[in-house]
C-alpha cells in the first residue's frame, strides 16, 4: 500500500501545479462565468440558438446562420428561417420502447422549404438511450417529418456519441437499425468548428457593437472549458495507470484506496479526487444492478449527468420487456447519494403494499404518489429492496 500512496502522491502534486498555473491565468470579466453557467448546457444551447436565428434581435438577420451553414458544409440557403420554440423543443413523451419522443437542444426548421437543422449539444451529459436515432425518427419518419434534414453531434472535442444512442429498432432505418456517422449524423466540437464560427460572427460586429464582447467571451470560455476538459481526462487517465499498475483493478479497491488519501494535502486535486470516487460508485451501482438483475440489458442503462446539480445514473428494471421499475441514483461529489424508484404501476394498493419497504413515498400537491427514495451510504442492501418492490409489483400488476 505504501508503494501505490507514494506513486499516487507524486502524481498528484504535479497535477497540483497543473491546476495551479491554470488559476493563475489572467482574469477578466466573462458572463458565462459570472452567471456561472461555465459548463451549462441548456445556457450554451440558448446562446447558439440565438446567433442562429435569423429573426433573433441581434439585428443581423440570416449572416450568422449562414456563417454556420458554411461551416457545416451545407448550402448557405439550406434554411432561411426558423420556427418558434428553437431550444429545447419538445418531441413527445418518451415511450416505454425509447422509439420516440424527447427533447431536442436546438432546432432551425425553416418551414419554407421544410428543412431543418438539428444540434443535440453534449458537454457533461452522457448520451440518452436511442437519442439520436428518436431525433433522426422524428426528423425522417414522423408524421411532422422534413424534406431534408441534418444532425449534428456537438461535444467539446468532438466526440462520438455512444452506440446505445444511435441504435433502434426499425431496421430501415441507417444500418439494421444503427445510424451512419457522416451520413445520418455528423460530429461537430466546441473547440474547433463553434469557436471558428463565434470568430467569424464577431468579425462581423463593429467595435462597438455590445454582442462583439460576449461573442468574444463565449470564445474565450470554449478555450478554458475544453482545456479543463482535457486536463480532467488526463487526471483521471493517470490515476488509472497507477491503481492498475499496482493491482488494484476492482471497483471495490479503487474507492478503498482513494479515500485513504489526504485530500487536504492536495487542494486544488481534491474535488477531482472525490468525482472519481463518486464515479467508480456509480460503476459499482451499474455492476450490481447486472448481477442481480441479469436480464437488465446494458442499453437499458443511462447515465444522463447533472441534473440540478447532482449527478444522476439511471437504470431501467424490465419484466417482460415492459419496464416496471426505474432506478435513478443522485448524488453529489460532498453526499454518499441517495436511490430514487420510480415504480411503474398503477394499482391503488402499492402506496399500502411497499409500506413495509425501507424508504418514503414522495407526492404531488394531490397527494399521489409520485416515487419512491430511500438514502443509501453504501450498496449492500440495494438487491435486497429492490427485490422487495419488484415482488410488489409483480404481485399486484
Known sequence: MEKIMNELDELFRKLELTYQEDNNAPDSFNVFEAFRIQRSELAWSAWIAYLLNPQG????????????????????????????????????????????????????????????????????????????????????TGKEKFDDSRIFYLTLLKSNPDEKSIKGDDKTIGKEGKLRMDEDFFCISYIDDIKNWLQECKAECDESNPLRSIIEQSINEIDIICHQTAVDEKFQKEVEGVLNANGKTSIADKVGVLKKIEVEKYPKCSEKISSLIKIYQRDRF??????????????????????????????????????????????????????????????????????????VWYKDNNDNPLYWSFGLDDYDGLYSILKEILDVVCKIS
Open 57 to 140: 434581435n441581434h439585428g443581423f438577420g440570416d449572416i450568422f446562420l449562414r456563417l454556420f451553414l458554411k461551416h457545416v458544409h451545407l448550402p448557405e440557403d439550406y434554411v432561411k428561417a426558423a420556427q418558434e420554440n428553437i431550444v429545447e423543443r419538445v418531441i413527445g413523451h418518451i415511450d416505454e420502447k425509447y422509439e420516440k419522443g424527447g427533447r431536442i437542444d436546438i432546432i432551425v426548421h425553416d418551414p419554407g422549404v421544410n428543412k431543418a437543422i438539428i444540434i443535440e449539444n453534449k458537454i457533461d451529459a452522457d448520451d440518452q438511450k436511442k437519442q439520436l436515432y428518436r431525433y433522426y425518427r422524428y426528423a425522417n
Open 286 to 359: 451499474f455492476e450490481l444492478i447486472h448481477h442481480h438483475f441479469p436480464s437488465v440489458a446494458k442499453d437499458d442503462i443511462s447515465q444522463e449527468g447533472k441534473l440540478d446539480g447532482y449527478w444522476t445514473s439511471t437504470a431501467d428494471i424490465c419484466q417482460n420487456g415492459v419496464r416496471s421499475i426505474q432506478i435513478m441514483h443522485n448524488w453529489k461529489s460532498d453526499a454518499p447519494g441517495e436511490l430514487i424508484c420510480s415504480v411503474d404501476c398503477d394499482s391503488p394498493n402499492l402506496v399500502s403494499e411497499l409500506g413495509g419497504v425501507r424508504g
